[in-house]
């Protein structure tokens, strides 16, 4: 089976990687990775435009590539009353089906919020703040909030893992 994968990001295609290969849907599996468009913001500001840009990179994979399944994951922040948190969304489109799961949502700091709202996306603004290249490839900004225990592909794994239980409980229906 082939499953097309809505990014470039490092981290992102080892999630699906990891996770499809542990749901053992099929015996090969094959990955095709595509730069497509989220058709939302750079930087999403809710849970609604977060979960349709995972939507709109699942339905653009599995449109270029011609496979089976295709994913998308998108991370962005959300309002918790005053309090900004990261949100992680992950949509799996087949060609008549869209399943969507929620990732892990943590508080940012302060400084952080400041930056965003200022127009600042979250990626350069991890950069800056942990000293590091690349971060949103690597830990991601929950691995740098959790102190490593969980990475951004740890993190994405586990969402993943929830939309192809959801494909694969719906096969046997
Ligand atoms: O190449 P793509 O697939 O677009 O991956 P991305 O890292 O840009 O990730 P998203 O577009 O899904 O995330 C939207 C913005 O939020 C940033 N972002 C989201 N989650 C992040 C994280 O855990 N760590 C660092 N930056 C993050 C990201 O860099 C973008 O600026
Ligand atoms: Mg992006």
């Known amino acids: 089976m082939l499953v097309a994968i ?5 981290a992102k295609i080892q999630a699906v990687k990891v996770a499809c290969n542990r749901a053992e849907l099929q015996e090969t599996i ?16 809710s849970d609604e435009e977060t979960c349709l840009g995972a939507i709109n990179r699942a339905q653009a994979a599995l ?8 994913i998308g994951l ?11 948190y990261l949100c992680n969304w992950a949509a799996l489109a087949t060609k008549d089906q869209v399943f969507t799961a929620a990732g892990a ?10 930056q965003l709202l200022m127009g600042v996306e979250l990626g ?3 950069d800056a703040y942990a000293q590091q290249e690349d971060v949103r490839q690597h830990a991601g900004a929950i691995g740098i ?8 592909s740890e993190m994405f794994e586990h969402t993943v ?13």
């Open 63 to 70: 449109k270029k590539g011609n496979a089976t399944i295709g």
């Open 124 to 126: 350069p603004i991890m």
């Open 74 to 84: 998108e991370g962005g922040v959300k309002w918790q009353g005053k309090q900004l």
């Open 30 to 45: 094959d990955f095709v990775t595509y730069d497509v468009a989220s058709l939302v913001s750079a930087q999403p500001f």
């Open 105 to 114: 949502q943590i508080p940012l700091p302060l400084d952080i919020t400041q």
């Open 161 to 173: 893992l929830m939309l192809l239980g959801q494909y694969r409980y719906n096969l046997k229906q």
């Open 6 to 10: 809505g990014t470039k990001n490092k």
């Open 145 to 152: 909030f959790t102190d490593g225990l969980i990475d951004r």
